[in-house]
């Protein structure tokens, strides 16, 4: 196992922006299968519960079933597998797509999943070390906290609908999109406040009120994180690099 409490969170975000860089940048879907479980092995070494990642994903499978109608009817090219009348449903050209889609949502979803073993403090004074202007590394850990905020008050939002008598596995596709979009306003509207209450408590605390900032944390890489960030770099460019060379 890999000491996760030991690792930089500079090393984290190292591996992260190398796996999901050949994730997105690279469509050959052998490829995207290798890298898909190398981050899964990096994750159990990291110890980190792929049950919540494989919920994760089962949640978009029906965004994929309709990605292969979409793209099997309006993408040319491929031998046809499902026909309605002229016109093609599923072809193998749309499955292989879909596939690449699934594949690097996963990627992304899983490689993500690296950063949840470091404290976002941590995360921040890593940014604020390689650099990265303060008030940026701030708002990446503020969008970062806020994402869980924003799920949340949707959950509560559609069970207080399955509460009154809404079932949203029985409505017709179209009332579902309706209802999808009375849920969706509301929930901007609360995240909007809650920024607002947030910038107006960052401003009666001060903040950017002097051009610099002293930390009392102060991260200090280890020579694995030398050896795992120089490693992942060299992979993501030298796998880029190759793919399109």
Excluded: H
Excluded at 82 to 89: A, D, K, P, Y
Excluded at 103 to 118: D, H, K, N, Q, Y
Excluded at 189 to 217: G, H
Excluded at 219 to 243: E, N
Aim: glycine share 4%; proline share 4%.
């Amino acid at each position: 196992m890999i000491p996760n409490s030991k690792l930089d969170p500079r090393t984290k975000l190292a591996m992260v922006m190398s796996l999901s860089s050949m994730g997105i940048l690279m469509n050959d879907i052998g490829i995207m299968l290798g890298i898909f479980c190398i981050t899964i092995i990096i994750l159990k070494l990291l110890k980190v519960s792929l049950l919540k990642i494989l919920i994760k994903l089962k949640r978009i499978l029906y965004m994929v079933v309709v990605l292969v109608i979409i793209q099997s009817i309006f993408v040319k090219g491929g031998n046809p597998i499902l026909e309605l009348g002229s016109l093609t449903v599923i072809s193998d050209l749309g499955l292989q797509k879909s596939a690449a889609f699934l594949l690097r949502i996963g990627i992304v979803i899983a490689s993500a999943s690296i950063l949840t073993t470091a404290s976002y403090r941590d995360i921040v004074q890593g940014l604020v070390q390689w650099k990265m202007p303060y008030e940026i590394a701030f708002m990446v850990s503020v969008a970062i906290r806020f994402l869980p905020t924003f799920m949340e008050e949707f959950r509560d939002a559609s069970v207080a609908l399955q509460l009154r008598g809404v079932d949203f596995e029985k409505i017709p596709f179209r009332k579902k999109l309706t209802v999808y979009s009375y849920l969706f306003f509301p929930v901007v509207s609360n995240a909007i406040l809650k920024a607002q209450e947030l910038s107006i408590a960052m401003e009666a605390r001060a903040f950017r009120a002097y051009p610099f900032r002293t930390s009392y944390l102060v991260l200090k890489m280890k020579p694995l994180d030398y050896i795992i960030t120089t490693v992942s770099f060299i992979t993501a460019v030298t796998g880029i690099t190759w793919y399109y060379i």
